[in-house]
């Protein structure tokens, strides 16, 4: 079945610093989403991709699908102590409506 | 309202016990899934329900009994429990089945203890 991989699980920065998670799928995916978990809190869905080679952003965040639409990237410019959570990425192939998630990216920002 | 709602938000129950857990929306959304979620895991998908029928049930212990009484609202019932099922149990829904391009609203969660 379809796996999709992220990495690295866990990720400590210095405020300031920038940030990057990756997702990998093993197919070729439909569109791939984005979630951001607060610690204690549920996921919120932060964006979604849809095209080859799209690159969207939202102020200090910028997400990447790659041009074979098997892999994403989320960037964080410049973190902040409010981007600490976990981030995790959702992929769906073929014609099914239900994503497969990622582990996740634990992001812990030290002030 | 892009709400999803869950009630209890913690229970502690019995392995004996018998408890239900809720969830509503009323943004129109056809298809509701229960999710489990173990500390430092990503969601684990337990069940979908598509125009309030069951359409995907991922090989879930017959513990876990799942209801979709109409379009706004699920249920997940819970009889006879192991502490291994403590977990966050998640309630998320989207717009209906077959539109790929749809974002999952999930609800705050019910964080279970099983004693």
């Known amino acids: 079945g379809q796996q999709v991989m992220q990495i690295p699980q866990y990720q400590h920065v210095q405020e300031g610093e920038d940030f990057t998670t990756y997702c990998n799928s093993s197919t070729t995916l439909s569109n791939i989403q984005w979630y951001k978990q607060r610690p204690g809190g549920h996921p919120v869905f932060l964006i979604q991709?849809?095209?080859?080679?799209e690159v969207k952003k939202q102020k200090r965040l910028t997400f990447q699908f790659g041009e074979a639409k098997k892999n994403s990237s989320l960037h964080i410019t410049a973190t902040q102590t409010t981007d600490v959570g976990t981030y995790f990425c959702a992929g769906r192939s073929g014609g099914s409506y239900i994503p497969t998630f990622g582990r996740g990216t634990s992001l812990i920002v030290h002030p | 309202d892009t709400e999803v709602t869950q009630t209890p938000k913690h229970l502690v129950m019995g392995m004996t016990n018998k408890k239900s857990l809720k969830c509503e929306q009323h943004?129109?959304?056809?298809?509701m899934y229960w999710y489990k979620q173990k500390a430092k895991k990503p969601p684990e998908l337990m069940f979908v329900y598509s125009y309030e029928k069951l359409s995907i049930n991922e090989s879930v212990p017959s513990r876990f009994s799942p209801e979709c009484p109409n379009s706004s609202l699920l249920n997940l019932h819970l009889h006879a429990l192991q502490p291994e099922d403590s977990a966050l149990y998640l309630c998320a829904s989207s717009q209906a089945p077959g539109v790929l391009d749809t974002e999952a609203f999930f609800g705050q969660g019910t964080r279970l203890t099983v004693v």
């Open positions: 991709l849809v095209k080859s080679g």
């Open positions: 943004m129109g959304h056809r298809a």
